[in-house]
């Protein structure tokens, strides 16, 4: 019988000023897309905007890297327009270049194998604006460069709520029934009928590569071993998703495999 429990928490000081500031520029750039006189471009620079809010959600690593990449990504972008219309009038149309992405084309790419979604969105993430002008390109790469100096700064701060939520689930599932818990436990809670075992395995699904490579690191650090975490996602092959599934049934040293939805088909 599946079982499923929601653990709330609230978020810090700093990751409330990173999701509010986020969503405002989200919010403003849905409606210069909004404004654009083309619907179908207007949906691909949406889409873009959506993903980066469902990032904001996943973790304070995935948006980091969202909007670090975007940034460099308008900055390219930038500095050949700045090139081809040197000493000449700042005008240029980034939107014309944008694929023209219906709502059958974005569930096409939402229902792709993972490793193709994910590079499917990458590209339209990484570069889908609605700027129409040099002017208004570094406008919002200022804007970027701000909200990633602010999740940056929530990413090196320690500040991740779900996270210790989380390192807290950790401690308990994996603790030796017969000790008492330690301090750190308080920070979670097992849900009712979660057994509890050094021995137990722990599965973990998240969306975003980004914020699985997050939870590798922070969770081999918190268990002392790297041999202690798999993973399963776009990117590994077959024979590999095999071996990685053998390993997590039978290996008593692997205690957690984390997954995309990759591990899902």
Avoid: C
Wanted: zero cysteines.
């Amino acid at each position: 019988e599946r079982r499923a429990h929601t653990i709330p928490y609230q978020l810090s000081d700093p990751e409330a000023r990173l999701y509010a500031a986020v969503t405002e520029y989200v919010r403003g750039e849905f409606n210069r897309a909004e404004a654009l006189q083309n619907d179908k471009r207007a949906g691909t620079v949406g889409f873009a905007l959506t993903i980066l809010q469902r990032r904001l959600a996943s973790s304070p690593e995935a948006i980091y890297q969202s909007l670090r990449r975007r940034r460099e990504r308008l900055e390219k972008r930038l500095r050949e327009e700045e090139m081809l219309q040197r000493g000449a009038l700042a005008s240029f149309d980034a939107v014309a270049s944008l694929p023209a992405m219906t709502e059958e084309d974005i569930e096409d790419i939402e229902d792709s194998p993972d490793d193709e979604q994910e590079a499917a969105v990458e590209e339209v993430v990484d570069q889908a604006t609605a700027a129409r002008t040099i002017v208004e390109l570094k406008a919002e790469i200022h804007t970027l460069t701000g909200l990633e100096s602010l999740a940056l700064a929530v990413r090196r701060g320690g500040e991740d709520r779900k996270w210790r939520e989380l390192s807290g689930l950790l401690t308990e599932i994996f603790s030796d029934t017969r000790q008492p818990p330690p301090a750190e436990a308080a920070t979670g809670s097992v849900p009712e009928g979660v057994a509890t075992s050094p021995a137990q395995k722990l599965v973990i699904f998240t969306e975003h590569r980004d914020t699985l490579n997050y939870l590798e690191d922070r969770i081999t650090k918190r268990l002392g071993s790297k041999e202690a975490v798999v993973m399963i996602h776009g990117g590994v092959g077959r024979e590999d998703r095999l071996k990685v599934q053998e390993a997590f049934r039978h290996d008593p040293a692997v205690r957690v495999l984390l997954a995309t939805d990759a591990a899902g088909e």
